[in-house]
């Protein structure tokens, strides 16, 4: 059974910082382009970022570009996402995904979408 599991999820303080894990299972990580998206209340989800499965090139939405970052783990079937300075508007519901190796910028701007998806994790950012 294919399956991605986030976790790292939590509340933290305007500024602060959080680390997000994604575990697969019943695939392997390294044969597929892999994002981050968040859904926060009442909005649509939206594409975070995304990494490449072949020269490991990534893509960030803007508003978050500098403050996180996406990385594949060692294991080949985890990924993470570091999140720095992190803004009451970053609040959302975090979901993994993994998908066809196309070019990254079009998962994040959501010209198409990822094949395998986890669940999600929240984050709550808030004094």
């Known amino acids: 059974q294919l399956q991605l599991v986030e976790s790292g999820g939590g509340l933290v303080q305007p500024g602060g910082s959080l680390r997000l894990s994604c575990a697969a299972s019943?695939?392997?990580?390294?044969?597929?382009?892999i994002g981050w998206f968040r859904q926060a209340p009442g909005k649509e989800r939206e594409g975070v970022s995304c990494?490449?499965?072949?020269?490991?090139?990534?893509y960030y939405k803007p508003s978050v570009k500098g403050r996180f970052t996406i990385s594949r783990g060692n294991s080949k079937n985890t990924m993470y996402l570091q999140m720095n300075s992190l803004k009451p508007e970053d609040t959302a519901v975090y979901h993994c995904a993994a998908g066809p190796n196309y070019d990254c910028y079009g998962y994040v701007l959501g010209y198409y979408g990822m094949d395998y998806w986890g669940i999600g994790t929240l984050v709550n950012v808030s004094s």
């Open positions: 990494i490449s499965s072949d020269d490991g090139s990534a």
């Open positions: 019943g695939f392997t990580l390294d044969d597929y382009a």
